[in-house]
């Protein structure tokens, strides 16, 4: 075959394959898609393809069944996966924003968003989220993404949370009652505050690994469990308060503890290798419990005790060492004393011994049987008598007496046998006697009225002065001609002053040793400091008018003259009632009748006491006679004491006139005093 004919042919060959690749073409023309629909994902520079790449062209979430694969079927290096978001620094919208991004997570869904190096002008919450993670990159453990300065952070009501390589200028707060978070390679630089915990105490936890924390550290209201592994708090300040105890926030090999962590003071509990400040500089020790005893106050024989609980023992002993060295230095003086005193004792004893009496003689009225020494016989001894008598020396016979303490008069103790004084009790000078013992004491006086007083009615009075304060023990009212003679018993104290008083007006009275004395004597019973004297006094009615009084009429005491503050005395139609808060008790009740007229003169006056109707007592006069008279008994309170008129024929009448002007004359005074 020529060449021209080979070369025809092989124009004709590739002519047709000329138009086998001309339909070709034209075949995938017509298969080529809309570019539209596909979109370029630029990983490491490389561009990958996949069926059904994109839902959105700028969705940031990316949804396949497998790994996406570049154009050779190969595993992208950084194992991206589904389900995953990413955030790019600059770009606009949300694949710009972590949290934007972040409010496209659905609760209950699992989700991590992927952020790119650089810095986020942008306050970031996680709230209500499960399982959400947020990746940044780091360089040789450096943080590349940041928040800027005043940006916060905030996990809230989340749980599972996992952030890693981020950098937070502003504050960052983790609170809820659902924690199990891991926050890794992140820097704190505003300050940590972590609270809740849930209602279960310790249920919860989390975790803070290879971290930093500058500024306030605050944990607080906090039920569950931190772990801070590998964390430096070189520049933070701590608030820590857990809600139950140091073993809540647990630090395990951190440094920059802002203070002496191996005083185990804190509110945490640090273990491993720690750097701390201690006295100001940083410090760094192995708080392994090998090497370090965190108890301070053991109770169990086997328990390890702590280098400041022996050194604060130590010191407590060497304390009670000193003093009881200083006991035993001040005992061995006393010692030394009180063997002086042996050494004199013995000497005495044995003088003693040397000059003692072998036989005991009897004496007079002495009996020695059986070594029992008795007394047979009697005289001899000394009278264990206390008291005094006043008496008038010289002899003043007629002496006109006024108002006022008239025992003055009385000023001789000391002219026996009329007269004595045994310890000192009566004052001649004044009148007054003191009592010098607790106790009941007798006291009496006695003086004459002269009879040439025809017109006058006289009262005295036995005056106690007690802390400054005046009473009156007894009333007696006299007339003309009679002696006036007063004896009582009373419950006096120790400094208790007694003395006699005139009381109206003016009178004559015959003052000499026979007739006039003033005496008292204790007669026993001691009776306690606090004891209060209760007296009271009463009189019949005052007027001039004359009142007749016959058989069963009341003597008309209606007045209560004088009581003292435990007592409440009331008196009506000649009746007195008992009554106060210190009423009840035995009295001494004085009575003093002065009668100077009946119509019958040879008809004798019968009085007749009574307590609640009940006869107790009974006095009687003729015309013109004095009567005194005493009487004990237990009152109660409410009680009623009357005295009647008894034993006047019915025709007779006793007629009562208290003025001072007639001679026609009967009076009455009452004196209570409590004994007991």
Known sequence: MSSVQQNSNKISTNLALIQNLQQEIIDLSNNIPDLTNYARLDISNTFVSKQTFLDTINAEKVVADKFFTDNNGEELVYGNYSNTFYVND????????????????????????????????????????????????????????????????????SLRVRVSGLQINGMTTISGSQLRHRLEVCNFNGGLTITGGGATPLAEFMTIQDCDVAGSLTISAFTGIVYFYRVNFQNATFNISPAYSSQQVIMIDCAGIPDDA????????????????????????????????????????????????????????????????????????????????VVTNTININDLSLNKQDVLTAGDNITIVNNVISSSGGGGGSSAFV?????????????????????????????????YDTNGLYDTSTGIFTANTNGYWQISFKFYIFDGEATQAQTNQLKLIRSGVESALFITGLYNGQNDEVNTCCPLLVGDQIYISHATGTTRYVLDTPNAFFEARYVGTTISTGSSIE????????????????????????????ETSGLTMSASNGEITFGGSNVAG?????????????????ARVIIRGYVNDVWVVEFGKLSGLLENGSFTYDFADGDVLKFSIIGLQSSNQLLLA?????????SCFLTGIKLI
């Open 90 to 157: 600059g770009e606009t919208g949300t694949s710009g924003s972590i949290n934007d991004t972040l409010a496209l997570i659905t609760s209950g869904s699992v989700e991590v968003i992927r952020i790119s190096a650089g810095s986020y002008s942008e306050d970031v919450l996680v709230s209500g989220k499960e399982l959400v993670g947020l990746s940044c990159p780091n360089v040789g453990g450096t943080t590349m993404t940041e928040l800027v300065l005043g940006n916060t952070f905030t996990i809230e009501n």
């Open 262 to 341: 191996s005083l185990f003071a804190g509110n945490y509990f640090a273990v491993g290798l720690t750097s701390f400040y201690k006295s100001g500089s940083l410090t760094v020790a192995d708080l392994n419990p090998a090497y370090y005893v965190r108890n301070t106050s053991p109770s169990q024989d086997n328990e390890l005790a702590s280098k400041i609980y022996v050194d604060t023992a130590v010191a407590t002993n060497t304390s009670a060492i000193a003093t009881n060295t200083l006991n035993i230095s001040t005992n061995t003086s006393n010692i030394s004393t009180l063997q002086g005193f």
């Open 387 to 419: 008291g005094f008598k006043a008496v008038v020396n010289p002899n003043l016979g007629l002496v006109t007496v006024g108002t006022g303490n008239i025992s003055t008069y009385f000023n001789d103790t000391s002219t026996l046998p009329y007269s």
């Open 535 to 562: 007296i009271f006094q009463a009189s019949m009615v005052r007027d001039d008018g004359t009142t007749a009084l016959s058989n069963n009429d009341n003597l008309p005491f209606v007045i209560i003259d004088k």
């Open 586 to 602: 035995t009295y001494e009740i004085k009575y003093s009748l002065v009668v100077s007229n009946i119509q019958s003169t040879t």
């Open 658 to 666: 208290t003025g001072l002007t007639t001679e026609t004359y009967a």
